[in-house]
């Protein structure tokens, strides 16, 4: 009787926490980038969306960022929905790479892969985003548009 109390409270709290706590909607973490330039002027604009949700609005050449300014931080139900779009879209599985006189980037960072899709056109300009993430292109937008930025 001893031993069969001491294993029920060896592993009943485990089985309760592991019940009323596990998450069958999981969400991997991952950062995002977002951003188009090009052009006569050779200037870049985007948002960098760290692992916690906060959003950094940048602008500069291609590589820099001359002047960045700290936009806010996405709600958790917002940027978890956002990662579970980009899952549920298979965005890290697609393969975009055409480039215009104004390119569009799309950057997701999961972990240690990076996935970057690029297509001609402003990032303003969610028509031009390819069907593939036009939806995604455009929620995202929406996000940071009511952030302020």
């Known amino acids: 009787m001893k031993t069969l109390l001491l294993i ?11 019940s009323c706590c596990s ?5 991997t ?18 948002w960098d969306i760290a ?4 959003v950094t609005w940048w602008q500069g050449f291609y590589g820099k960022r001359d002047t960045t300014a700290i936009v806010g931080k996405l709600s958790p139900k917002s940027w978890r929905s956002l990662r579970k779009m ?3 879209k298979a965005i890290t599985n697609l393969d975009l790479d055409e480039r215009g006189n104004m390119t569009t980037t799309l950057e997701i960072i999961e972990s240690e892969t990076r996935t970057v899709l690029n297509w001609p056109g402003m990032h303003s300009d969610t028509e031009s985003a390819p069907p593939a993430v036009k939806a995604f292109v455009q929620r995202l937008l ?8």
């Open 8 to 18: 029920t409270a060896c592993f009943l709290p485990g089985i309760i926490m592991n």
């Open 23 to 27: 998450s069958t909607d999981s969400v």
């Open 29 to 46: 973490a991952m950062s995002i980038r977002y951003y188009s330039g090009g052009g006569f002027s050779g200037i870049y604009e985007g």
């Open 51 to 54: 692992i916690d949700g906060s």
């Open 86 to 88: 980009a899952a549920e």
């Open 142 to 149: 929406r996000e940071i548009q009511e952030l302020g930025r």
